[in-house]
């Protein structure tokens, strides 16, 4: 089975902090994204991630920044974090000619306080 | 642009009771069309995904048939059990390469014995 794991379940940082979400996926997966979800808004994509070093911005990509330096990882960084960034954050992966999310993460619980 | 509108929930089943969830979709072109399923304290996951007109996905006894006339994707099961109180997204994205997916704000799902 495909695993995709998030470093941290629960994470609480404070106001301007830099924070870093981890994320594996094992099944040597192209494509990887990352969202945030929110009650009333559903899943909004954040960054998402064709290849190593490759990325492009999803909807909301204001405030945010990614890094895959390999292809199995994927990081969402907060520059400065924000009380608007308290939310769940999800990890997620597809093969290749598979564009959409196949496979998340169990998501990791953002505070900002 | 695309948009997906689901019945509010919670949605609350007897054991065995029969399942619809609802699900209707603004979009340009021909969009695939998804259900995932999100259990609790765990990240989403495919459930199934219909590609074209009249195409029906089919996983783990549940269904939905891609209603090009209706603009709908409800999800149905016949029986539902315990173990499928989780939280339903119906999701759409248009073909051809990598094309963003339009998530809706999920369905509760409260099966009981």
Known sequence: DVK????????????????????????DHENMFWYRQD???GLRLIYFSYDVKMKEKGDIPE??????????????????????????????SSTDGFY??????DGTRLSIL | GNS???MEGPVT?????????????TATGY????WYVQYPGEGLQLLLKATKADDKGSNKGFEATY???????????????????????????????????????????????
Not at chain 1, 11 to 21: A, D, H, I, S
Not at chain 1, 67 to 84: D, H, P, V
Not at chain 2, 13 to 25: G, K, M, Q, R
């Open chain 2, 67 to 113: 209603r090009k006339e209706t603009t709908s994707f409800h999800l149905e099961k016949g029986s539902v059990q315990v173990s499928d109180s989780a939280v339903y997204f119906c999701a759409l994205s248009n073909s051809g390469g990598y094309q963003k997916v339009t998530f809706g704000t999920g369905t509760k799902l409260q099966v009981i014995p």
């Open chain 2, 31 to 34: 969009p695939s069309l998804f």
């Open chain 1, 63 to 92: 405030g945010y920044s990614v890094s895959r330096e390999k292809k199995e990882r994927f990081s969402l960084i907060l520059e400065s974090a924000s009380t608007n960034q308290t939310s769940m954050y999800l990890c997620a």
């Open chain 1, 4 to 27: 995709v794991t998030q470093s941290s379940r629960y994470l609480v940082k404070r106001t301007g902090e830099k924070v870093f979400l981890e994320c594996v996926q094992d099944m």
């Open chain 1, 39 to 41: 009650p009333g808004l």
């Open chain 2, 13 to 25: 089943l007897s054991e065995e009771a029969f399942l619809t969830i609802n699900c209707t979709y």
């Open chain 1, 100 to 105: 959409q999310p196949q496979h998340f993460g």
């Open chain 2, 4 to 6: 997906v509108t689901q």
